[in-house]
């Protein structure tokens, strides 16, 4: 066992936190031995489903700081002494109330796995505007917590966490600065990729036992990307055009599955209890429009026309991995799926994780966002409908089928009649690589064409409310968007932003406009 090389005194700890805190971060920083926190075990349990997620409260940091009131905002710093936890690999902050803000800056130090020197302290994206509309059912379920954006910090069994609020003029903390109550560092274990297939027996040798049938939760996921691949399918392969034209029967919604008490979308914001599935897309109108000058053009696709041939305009279908593929346990998220009447826009985000992972890590990366949006944030599943791994590679997001107009929770006031895309990692000066922009405008060319948008054009949404737009109002967006033109926001980050006029003209070839 490592030497207990902290001071045991609680207030000679408490200052040094307080001072670490108000200096820069350091560029490196000495092997420190934790003391163990008789609550957590060193090693943990073997969970009983794929993945843990470890919540651990925040206490206040500095002398003559009283514990943390149950209720109502809290002044002072925050944070978590350096502590040993059970292997975890992915880090985010929640607190009590959604509708509260932390402001402030949010650190973590963590050290890896079996490791002894500590990360340099790395920033927390404190808002996380990639959410539920707060007036949907979803939201009025109670569930939903406020929360940063997931940190991806690799595996780790140690952590440190200090939260500042954001001092007002002056350097004096004014009452609406202070930080939320009932913070918690939530420590995520994605756990182990999904066990490949296994072989079937060779001629004379006895066979495998069999293994086990998929839950009703599992079959129903994969049920639903079906005449696209068959049940229990790992991925969904790529086909070209004009093969993918046929897509569109995978779009229609029967009503098998559909969450109970939440109705489909009427596309105002709202939902409509007399609504019934629909039987086939909402086609947009033929483009038409003047060029923007960065190969968009602002075409309104947000009428339906039903005369146009379903299917004219739909792009080549991406390879995209199911959410078997990579490793969902449908255990923990909300049975049945919420669906809109149809997609008029997609929204690109990034997922502000941090760029330090590798292809080969890109489903635990997910897991570990579906566990933080489903256990810590209190969401139903996770919040996009796809994801893009900086290697171009497709992933299934919210269950429902890839195909299905899925309602997601990507984008505050604009869910409903739109789809979400996020890319792993964090692209505010990071650039986004050339494998993530195609897969995006792919991904756009033939989700969107399925429903008769085109991505180069424009669709009219109905806002849900939001710090942009007031709620009912209509708002004319690009049919292929940033999060931050429906939200005031910095996601998906501006090299990422800057480039989404690319994805829209190739897009718009992509689908023989």
């Known amino acids: 066992m490592r030497g207990n090389l902290v001071p045991p005194a609680a207030s000679l700890c408490a200052a040094a936190l307080t001072l670490s805190f108000l200096a820069a971060p350091a560029a490196a920083t000495p092997s420190v031995a ?12 073997p969970p009983r489903v794929p993945g843990a997620t470890h919540s651990l409260r925040l206490v206040p940091l500095g002398p003559g700081h009283r514990a943390a009131p149950a209720h109502g905002r809290v002044r002072g710093p925050q944070g978590l002494p350096a502590r040993e936890v059970p292997p975890f690999s992915l880090v985010g902050i929640v607190w009590d109330d959604a509708t509260t803000e932390l402001r402030g800056r949010a650190q ?203 299917g004219r305009y739909v792009g080549p279908r991406p390879r995209i991995v199911t959410r078997a593929g990579w490793g969902a346990d449908e255990s923990i998220r909300e049975k049945g799926f919420v669906y809109n009447k149809t997609v008029h826009a997609a929204f690109v985000h990034h997922t502000a994780s941090g760029n330090g992972y590798g292809c080969g890590q890109s489903p635990s990366v997910i897991r570990g966002i579906y566990r933080y949006h489903v256990v810590s944030s209190g969401w139903r599943d996770i919040g996009y409908n796809f994801l893009v791994d900086k290697c171009g590679t497709v992933y299934e997001g919210r269950a429902g089928g890839v195909a299905k107009p899925v309602r997601g929770a990507h984008t ?89 006029g690319t994805a829209r003209s190739t897009a718009s070839r992509l689908q023989g406009r």
């Not at 934790?34 to 349990?45: N, S, Y």
């Not at 003029?169 to 066990?195: I, Q, Y």
């Open 34 to 45: 934790i003391p163990p926190h008789p609550d957590l075990p060193r090693a943990a349990a």
């Open 108 to 310: 973590v130090r963590t050290r890896p796995l079996g490791g002894r020197s500590w990360s340099e302290w790395r920033d927390v994206q404190t808002h996380d505007d990639d959410r539920p509309d707060l007036d949907s059912p979803e939201s009025r379920a109670g569930t939903l917590r406020g929360s940063t954006a997931p940190l991806w910090v690799g595996a780790s069994d140690a952590v440190q966490v200090r939260v500042n609020p954001e001092p007002a003029a002056g350097g004096r903390l004014a009452e609406g600065t202070a930080l939320p109550s009932g913070m918690r560092v939530e420590l995520v274990d994605p756990g182990h990729d999904p066990a490949p297939a296994r072989p079937r027996a060779a001629r004379g040798l006895s066979a495998p036992p069999p293994a086990p049938g998929p839950s009703d939760e599992e079959a129903a996921s994969s049920a639903a990307n079906f005449p696209l691949a068959p049940l229990g399918a790992t991925e969904i392969p790529a086909v070209g055009r004009p093969e993918s034209a046929k897509d569109v029967e995978a779009t229609h919604v029967d009503g098998t599955n559909v969450a109970e008490g939440h109705p489909i979308s009427d596309g105002h914001g709202a939902a409509d209890p007399e609504a019934e599935p629909t039987d086939r897309p909402q086609q947009g109108a033929p483009d038409s429009g003047a060029d923007n000058g960065d190969g968009s053009a602002d075409v309104d696709d947000s009428d339906a026309d039903s005369d146009l041939d379903a």
């Open 412 to 500: 505050l006031g604009f869910n409903t009649n739109s789809m979400g895309i996020a890319v792993l990692g964090t692209f505010g000066r990071s650039d986004p690589s050339s494998a993530a922009l195609t897969a995006v405008a792919t991904l756009s060319a033939w989700k969107l064409g399925l429903y008769g948008v085109n991505p180069a054009g424009t669709a009219t949404l109905v806002s849900g409310g939001g710090n942009l737009f007031k709620k009912g109002s209509s708002v004319r967006l690009r049919a292929i968007s940033g999060h931050r033109d429906g939200y005031a926001t910095e996601c998906p980050g501006d090299q990422l932003y800057n480039r989404l």
